[in-house]
């Protein structure tokens, strides 16, 4: 059974900033509390804070946390420890960064009992082989066995929470959980953790960016914003008449505008890219030229300037795979790829230079891709030293240019790629491949990491520009919902074969592929009710199939 | 309107995360980011600089004469740090090691140390074939052993402070090698480096831009270590008559020359030691604390 | 074992060979460069060209280089690393003499090093920025930093001389109880932990560090585990391929690089077999030492490398 | 004062020689150093043995004579046997001394060997020796190390089968040797010690540092300034052995500055003789006059005037040579103390107004490639059994160890008649002038003769002085007890 949750007066500091500032709340037992907010607003570090916890760097300078009658902040370390995943239970952002890759699932499952002694290894297990049944995971009795990078990152987001589960908490903290999963994904899980947290009654803390997903799960909502409090209310309530103005921003920006190309209309369109019969995979290359791991299979693929082209699939279908290939990352291992009418070599060393800066790839992780050490400065101004010469007062001139258009501040132009969050970085990799005045943006999930409103921004200056300059995208995402707000057409693509194509005009006109409807059917609408209603729907459909 | 909405929501988005400041070109700030036991071992390290540097101007005994005195003489007003097994000034001999020990073993380290990062960026940056042979030949190296590598040296090219900081680099660049190596590849698989492929950009510039700044901080750390080595290592090749001739003598060789004196507790043998461990600590720690180096890891996580 | 090990290994010990052969040739070259050669050197002072020349055709010298070089190839093709060039005694049982004197000395040394060097890494890096791992730290250069032979003359000043509780030398002849050995190996064991202690200790700590930050171990925190239980049950699983590289180039050491222990504890190890074959330039025996550094490294290194792969699931369920 | 005590038997002792390697030999004609021949005389005898004045005296001979120093006749001991039971007989002899004359046994006493035109078992127990040229040393040279006798045949040394006061147990070349009393020894009541453990340390310190621990009774080479620290600890004892050893300042005749002789006195006047006694030796040394010939020698010629420390004359006579800029001087380490000494030389050089740019080299490869080859460098030589034989070897124009490159006829013509010589006192006065020419002419400067210095704990008795070198002209074994 939950406990309350009582915050008063919260404040956490890193260094002279406040990361949060005097943060108040309470949630009910067994009721669902959703924290809201962009990237870098602070619901992460608040979420921590709520078990006593501060990241390295961070200190909680102030107010107290109560969970039932336990003042969390006054305990010292061996009572956290005592409180912690028995008490309150944590669901990382990240399943898969937060499981240790040496050590099988079952341990790590299992391991909260083991720490707080709650039962035996064999009752645990037990425990936990029900919880995955639970969860509705596959084969519940032989996953415990494997490691985590032999399970789908949904199956792990879903056994993280039956590791969070297994010690009976009182309050569960959910942190994004869902973000990295495709649709088809995100809905089981969603599923799943509500199912679960309803069933035991359990006191939960949501944490999310995504509107949709938060109206489905919580029974009130608290929007933050730059670690301080904008609205606190119920659901229903701030979904139908938000009070504040964010909270009023936050929800327009999270319908979509159509955002359309003025040259898609035109008559003659000239046709910039070409990919006929590509096939492309890993690993080493046999006697037929064919690589080891095959991963795509005779793709199709015309992008006409000026044009979008959104290619969705679930997790693994090969989407990055296409844009490495048409990058010249991969080498193809059979077809090939025309620019601009002439035939582009595999390799990326045999490319010209001219070649290489009209193609641009905006990368999937938008941490990895940005060079620790360089300044943003100086990241933004390689690639305009290297194509086009410049130098200077034009140099800096430019990359103030390039900030602003990703609505970027200046003053990130000196810090390192450490000092921003998630969205600030996306954008960054989005000015990089701007800065090279390109004619094709391969745009690998460039706003999965963003909230509502900055995402929004984001696709308004990517349509912006297709208007203005011509540039056209590849844009590769698993959110339906986006895709078909900025892109002509749509590439629907599983284990790495092309299953359709559908142009805008016929979005909303069927019949389509199934995966597509399916696709289509899974993407979370902002009111309350619709995951139960899919749920209705789903039984529906399971009773009626079984006679 | 829309567009300046998200514009101030961009601005405000991180107002946590601390400014990190351009290097502002004063010394005095830069100096407190050492720390108390970096700024000591800075003192130290200054001090063994100066001592080099300005020491044989400043002793009044010349360069230690010989035979005016007994041998392993303890500490006393007219020597200062006693005397060594031929009766010469320690404090004098000390000083003048100081150079060849600093200046030796430091452009060995750095030697070692460069080389052997170039080419672990070679072989990271260009690929399977350059890694491989590049890899097994270092290997190669290392199943030889120094003695001989250093008899050869002799041989070859005769004995001289240059071709001994060259040795000492060759001995120690398959240590660095492998160390640079593994860091330098787990680097060149991330996507800023591909970033910078896909831009077209060469090898030296991935090498040296992309991936070396990178693997700045672990390969410092390795320097510290390996400083400790080289300077070790002075000692043993001076005994093969390799490098500095007589009577100028680095400190490794000061201990291993007054190693009698060990017994008697005496000064000629402590105080070389003395040093050596005083100098490396002091290097150590200086890398250690280097400004900057902590809050760039604190980046990374 | 399964594949990915099975295939590691093949390939390492087919690119032992090819290393040992270039090894060969290196060591062979670098031998036939040297000035003087072996009935020079055994000679000294007394060599007049005529005996120089009789002892020459007496090792066998007379021979063209290449020739000779073929000659203890094919010998070592066939497991004889043949006759001595100076002693005209087989080599092999020079070799068979000492070889497990030093790999006696190394595996005790090994045994108390590697405990010591990871329990002091481990330790640093749980709490990291503390005292206690500066102090650690900065003894560890301390102690490395002082010369060897130093070390060593000062541990036989005063525990043999002044104490007299170990012997100054290490007899391994005389070696008949387990008490026995260890008197007379503390010294030695204690001087060589003195050098390689240091280097295991700081790479332990760094690898220990790096997966400290990592996010999985915050996780483990949030479920409430002592930092004991973070460090030993998750840290270290994940640390253990760097770790073992570590511990395999230190190790590597306890060969080849003990001369001066050896010489100063009189202890008859093959490093000084070695040693005194390059002084001798007696190739048939600096070359089969040099293969059995060369064999004792790589083996190190590929047991590290399995190690790595064996602690990683990823690579051992491929 | 030993002298005075009657030896004890028994007892176990262990030795600590200089050197250990793969290398160490029980072959008599291989030996190289120390160790070697401290190792074969254990197992060995030679026809007849050397006294504290270098004196030969009969061994396995019980007698030798000559009447024309050419022909010479020994008579063996009767009742002599190996370690193996054979008894000595003529042919062993014939065969020890003979097979130094084979190129393929690779001796180093080929060039002493070389002199004997024949040798022959002339009765049961007689063998006569035919020189090519009269030699009256022929006993001396017989008495040396390498001359000692092994078995008729033998080839495999490593059995160590001689006459030897002890019996080989065990030897591992670089690792130790272990050896027995021998039981059926023919010297009366000798050897007294029942077993004897010999290693070589190669580390001066280790070696001095064993023997204070105990673990040690008797060790060689001790360096002169460990010897306040033997002394100083109860229970220990050095023992000194002044002889002919010395290292040598080479300026070559034929090539280089030494072919000025005005730079070749100079820098004989430049040597401080004193100071280098004093601080390079500790005193144990004896100021030595750019002769050969030491002191503890019987033909060592007290009447040359010595030369001394004249910055003076050394100006003068350098100014004189015209010999500008830096003139490089090779050391090593493998010529005792010569480093020292070139740092020394360095020193008054410089007051002198001259330049001397040290090379040390490694020891490794020094005889082979530096000494004999730079022009102006160090060398090292070893106590010799007698004078003849080391102006031999080092001063006669042909000698292959020529170092200075120094040719003089009338030198050759003199040593060929002193050889000859039985006069003693003619013999004397021919030396003198031998050395006389040396002090004058070559390129040798011998500033000092060493002395050899040993450890030992203070039980150890029976050890006196042979100038051969350290540990009793390596002849220890035979002559030492443990007090009880
Ligand atoms: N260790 C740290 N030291 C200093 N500042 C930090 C640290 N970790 C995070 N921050 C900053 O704190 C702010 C809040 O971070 P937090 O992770 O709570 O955001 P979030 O709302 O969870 O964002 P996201 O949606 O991207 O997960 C950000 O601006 C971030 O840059
Ligand atoms: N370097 C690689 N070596 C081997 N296999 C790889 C490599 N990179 C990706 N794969 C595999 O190729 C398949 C397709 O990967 P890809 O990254 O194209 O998927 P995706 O559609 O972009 O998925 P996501 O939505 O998760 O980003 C996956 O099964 C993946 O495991
Ligand atoms: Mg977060
Ligand atoms: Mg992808
Ligand atoms: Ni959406």
Redesign the pocket.
Known sequence: MGASLTVQGLCIC?GTST?VDNLSFSVQPGEVLALI?E???????TALALMGHA????RISGGSVRIGDTDVLALDARAQRALRGRTVAYIA?SAAASFNPSRTIMDQVVEPTVIHGLCKRAEAEAKAVQLFRELALPDPQGIGARYPHQVSGGQLQRLMAAMALIGDPDLVILD?PTTALDVTTQIEVLRAFRRVVRERRATAVYVS?DLAVVAQMADHILVLRNGGMRELNATAQILAAPADDYTKSLLAAARPVVRTSAKAANDDPELLLEVRQLSAGYGPVDAQGRPAKPILENIDLKLYRGQAIGVIGESGSGKTTLARAVAGLLKPSHGCVLFHGRELKPTLQQRERDELRRIQIVFQMADTALNPSQTIERILARPLQFYKGLRGEPLRKRIRELLDLVKLPQTVAGRLPGGL???QKQRVNLARALAADPDLILCDEVTS?LDTVVGAAVLDLMAELRRELGVSYLFISHDLHTVRAVCDEIVVMQHGKKLAQVARADYDRGPHHPYYELLARSVPELRCGWLDEMDRAATATATIATP | METSTSSAVANAA?P??PVLQERRGRLLPWLGGFGVSGLLGLAVLVFWLLAALLGPWLLSHGTAAMGTSNVFEPISAAHWLGTDYLGRDMLALIIEGARYTIGVALLATLLASGTGTTLALLAAASGRWTDAVLSRGLDTLTAIPSKMFALIMVAGFGSSVAMLVVTAAIIYVPGAYRMARSLAVNINALDYVTVARTRGEGTLYIMLREILPNILGPMLADLGLRFVYVVLLLASLSFLGLGIQPPAADWGSLVRENIGALAMGGASVIVPALAIASLTIAVNLVIDNLPGRAARERGK? | MNRVILKLLGQRIALALLSLLAVSVVVFSITAVLPGDAAQEQLGQDATPEAVAALRAQMGLNVPAPERYAKWLFGMLKGDPGLSATTQMPVADLVASRLPNSLLLAAVTALFSVPIALTLGIASAVWRGSWFDRIASTSAVAVVSVPEFLVATLAVLVFAVKLRWLPALSFVNDIESLGQLLRAFAMPVLVLCCVIVAQMMRMTRAAVIDQLEAPYIEMVRLKGASPMRMVLAHALPNAVGPIANAVALSLSYLLGGVIIVETIFNYPGIAKLMVDGVSQRDMPLVQTCAMIFCCAYLILVTTADIFGILANPRLRHR | SAHAQTPRRGGRIRVAGATAAATDTLDPAKQSNQTDYSRCNMVYNGLTSLDGSLTPQPALAESFTTKDAKTWVFTLRKGVTFHDGKSLSPADVVFSVMRHKDPATASKAKVLADQIESAKATGANEVTFVLTAPNADLPVILGTSHFQIVKEGTTDFNAGIGTGPYKLKEFKPGIRSLVVRNDAYWKPGKPYLDEIEFVGIGDESARVNALLSGGMDLVGSVNPRSVDRVKGSPGFGIFVTQSGQYSDLVMRKDVGPGANPDFVLGMKHLFDREQMKKTIALDYAVIGNDQPIDPTNRFHFAGLPQRAFDLDKAKFHLQKSGITGKVPMVASPAALYSVEMSLLLQQTAQRAGLELDIKRMPADGYWSNHWLNSHVGFGNVNPRPSADVLLTQFFQSGAAWNESRWKSEKFDQLLLASRAETDLAKRKQMYADMQTMIHQDAGIGIPLFLASIDGHTSKLKGLSPIPLGGLMGYNFAENVWLEA
Do not use: N, P
């Open positions: 890193a990361l907010g990237s870098g607003s602070g619901k992460t570090t990241r390295d760097g961070c952002q994004e960016h969050s998630g969205g990491a | 991180v946590a995360v996580l």
